[in-house]
């Protein structure tokens, strides 16, 4: 029996009920191929973490940490560049410069 057969034997609600499962088929389709064609997302410049491997990753910028604990960190934001220091003493200091 082919399929044009089939389809005509059907009443006219269970027609309309095997269109619409075809339809919503597609439509679930068409975000899956979406995500295959393009794996790899990127998130926005705005955001403060990158996502690798399922997780968040503190884009951060180059970060230099020091043996005794102190740390210095330089990030471009935009037109300006943020240098964030800590000392070994525990002070936090921020500055930005544009």
């Not at 997780?55 to 471009?76: F, I, L, M, Y």
């Not at 070994?88 to 930005?96: I, K, M, N, P, V």
Request: net charge positive; glycine share 10%.
């Amino acid at each position: 029996m082919g399929m044009m057969t089939f389809l005509k034997r059907q009443p006219p609600a269970r027609l309309a009920a095997i269109a619409a499962g075809i339809g919503l088929v597609a439509l679930a389709a068409g975000p899956v191929a979406a995500a295959i064609a393009d794996p790899v997302k990127k998130t926005p410049d705005n955001f403060s973490y990158d996502i690798k491997n399922g997780k968040r990753v503190a884009k951060g910028g180059n970060r230099v940490t020091n043996a005794d604990g102190s740390w210095r960190e330089e990030r471009k934001d935009g037109d300006c560049v943020i240098v964030r220091e800590k000392t070994a003493s525990g002070e936090y200091r921020e500055t930005r410069s544009c």
